[in-house]
């Protein structure tokens, strides 16, 4: 599928964030996409994840995270030195940033034309996973993957500490969590932590819950909410 790609001016909080959309050439009505990025932002391997999905018919707005701190358009390079700028830059911004920041993007997927208003979804890798789990909180957001989430038990994810895990009860869409066994950010007791929470949402709630386990070279264990 051709696709078309552009980059948008949001204004959140007199900010300027840019917004990466990539989506389908097509006339018609496609379900959207909030594309949260890891720490490096906007980088290559993740504007061609975006077209990709609007390949397969998803309209993707990629917002840059920490556009409150780096200039429009940056690129952090993903080595030792810029693994440590994209952490800093995480810790100096506030929780409720990244809450305006979602919300401005839900409204700009609403307000196209080429969007489906109810089937709006979001995704996100690492820092990136942890938005996109909160970003499951707004009731817009009708499905969640998260990949390789971090700080979600602990709360950390910017400034303050989230409250993130507390409010899993909050997700009213379906959820599909990736986890790397092997990954030194996300320990086995934060994955538990984890699971109990999702675990004791559904059966307190009536929700569905399912818990699959694949065993590869990299094993991952993936978690549907729905």
Do not use: W
């Amino acid at each position: 599928m051709q696709i078309t790609k552009r980059n948008v001016e949001l204004r959140v909080d007199g900010s300027l964030m840019r917004v990466y959309v990539a989506a389908p050439k097509a006339a018609g009505k496609y379900p959207g996409i909030v594309f949260y990025s890891d720490i490096y932002q906007l980088g290559d391997a993740m504007i061609r994840l975006a077209n990709y999905l609007a390949g397969y018919g998803y309209v993707v707005a990629a917002p840059e995270i920490f556009h409150r701190i780096e200039p429009v358009g940056l690129v952090i390079e993903p080595d030792d030195l810029g693994r440590m700028r994209g952490n800093d830059d995480a810790c100096r911004t506030s929780v409720a940033d990244y809450d305006a920041d979602c919300l401005a993007v839900i409204e700009f997927l609403k307000g196209e034309s080429a969007v489906s208003p109810n089937q709006i979804g979001t995704l996100g890798f690492c820092i990136g996973g942890h938005l996109a789990f909160g970003a499951a909180f707004q009731n817009e957001i009708r499905a969640a993957v998260c990949c390789y989430p971090t700080g979600i038990p602990s709360g950390k994810l910017g400034k303050e500490v989230a409250d993130t895990i507390q409010r899993v009860s909050e997700i009213k869409g379906e959820m599909l969590m990736v986890f790397g066994t092997l990954d030194p950010h996300i320990p086995e007791s934060d994955r538990q932590t984890i699971i109990r929470a999702i675990e004791n949402c559904a059966f307190s709630t009536g929700k569905g819950y399912s818990l699959k386990t694949s065993v590869t070279s990299r094993p991952r264990a993936v978690l549907t909410l729905g």
